[in-house]
């Protein structure tokens, strides 16, 4: 005597365990498995570090208000950029070369603390770039860390320089506009990435 139940039910099975892994390829190929690819997570990590890299910028550029426009008021990125060398700093602030593109190493210390606690330790690469007015605006690349990804981020900041700051660092490298007090005026482009 044949049982037809079971050949119905093994037919099931086989049908049921098909169906199984149909399903299981489609949601494989609708779901977005590698962290790089575009997704509203991923757009929220950028947002999350656009924020951020605006937020040490800002940092970076603070100057209280106050008549006194001595070196102790001028803000961190400035006082290392007027006393920097001119030379591209590659790999950032924990290379070699940080401590030997400043005329004077102890108005760049700040800034390298800010920059390897801020970044390098968090595994961000960063560039950061100068650009300042003369007939076109030019660029003078301040560190460089390598060619951002595609997902790098980018924060802004304007940075005014005077006759009256020190004479021996970036003023150097960028003509004076005009005839008043003021001598240029550095538009500073952060670009930060994860490695």
Do not use: H
């Amino acid at each position: 005597m044949v049982d037809c139940r079971a050949q119905t039910f093994t037919l099931e099975a086989a049908i049921t365990t098909l169906l199984i892994v149909l399903v299981m390829l489609y949601i494989s190929q609708a779901i977005p498995l590698t962290p790089l690819t575009s997704s509203a997570a991923n757009v929220m990590v950028e947002n999350t570090l656009e924020m951020y890299a605006g937020d040490v910028l800002n940092t970076l550029t603070y100057e209280p208000i106050c008549s006194d426009i001595s070196a102790e008021n001028l803000s961190i990125l400035k006082k290392a950029l007027l006393s920097w060398n001119g030379a591209v700093i590659d790999g950032g602030a924990s290379s070699s070369e940080y401590d030997t593109s400043f005329e004077n190493i102890s108005n760049a210390l700040p800034l390298k603390y800010v920059l390897i606690n801020a970044f390098e330790k968090k595994g961000l690469a960063y560039n950061i770039d100068i650009y300042y007015k003369d007939a076109i605006m030019r660029k003078l690349r301040f560190i460089y860390n390598g060619q951002p990804s595609n997902n790098a981020i980018i924060a802004t900041q304007v940075i005014p320089i005077y006759d009256t700051d020190y004479e021996n660092g970036i003023k150097k490298y960028i003509p004076d506009i005009d005839s008043s007090n003021l001598y240029n005026v550095l538009y500073v482009r952060l670009t930060v990435w994860r490695m």
